[in-house]
Nanobody, 114 residues
Framework: VQLQASGGGSVQAGGSLRLSCAASKSIFSINTMGWYRQAPGKVRELVAALTRGGTTNYAEAVKGRFTISGDYARNTVYLQMNSLKPEDTAVYYC?????????WGQGTLVTVSS
């Protein structure tokens, strides 16, 4: 599975961004699609996940602010990020879990200034 992430950028605190992750195959066939992030000097962490069955899961730090969704016709998963905070600054990575194997897209940088 090839994953193409886009949508990062710079925004002021309180602003919004939408990340997109286009998959090379039907996301119906993928167990879980997710977004991870890695801030400088920190480990990569799960931000949000969407299962094939439609279940979503969010990190506590982003609950109520971020929303993951899928466009199955476009094989694309989105991460809508609202009320952004400086601590959301990180490189965001798209992930696909298929048959117990993790596929990763290239990162997209999100910078939130105070």
């Amino acid at each position: 599975v090839q994953l193409q992430a886009s949508g990062g950028g710079s925004v002021q605190a309180g602003g919004s961004l939408r990340l997109s992750c286009a998959a090379s195959k039907s996301i119906f066939s993928i167990n879980t699609m997710g977004w991870y992030r890695q801030a400088p000097g920190k480990v990569r962490e799960l931000v949000a996940a969407l299962t094939r069955g439609g279940t979503t899961n969010y990190a506590e730090a982003v609950k109520g602010r971020f929303t993951i969704s899928g466009d199955y016709a476009r094989n694309t998963v989105y991460l809508q990020m609202n009320s952004l905070k400086p601590e959301d600054t990180a490189v965001y990575y798209c992930n696909a879990l298929l048959r117990n194997y993790d596929y990763w897209g290239q990162g997209t940088l999100v910078t939130v200034s105070s």
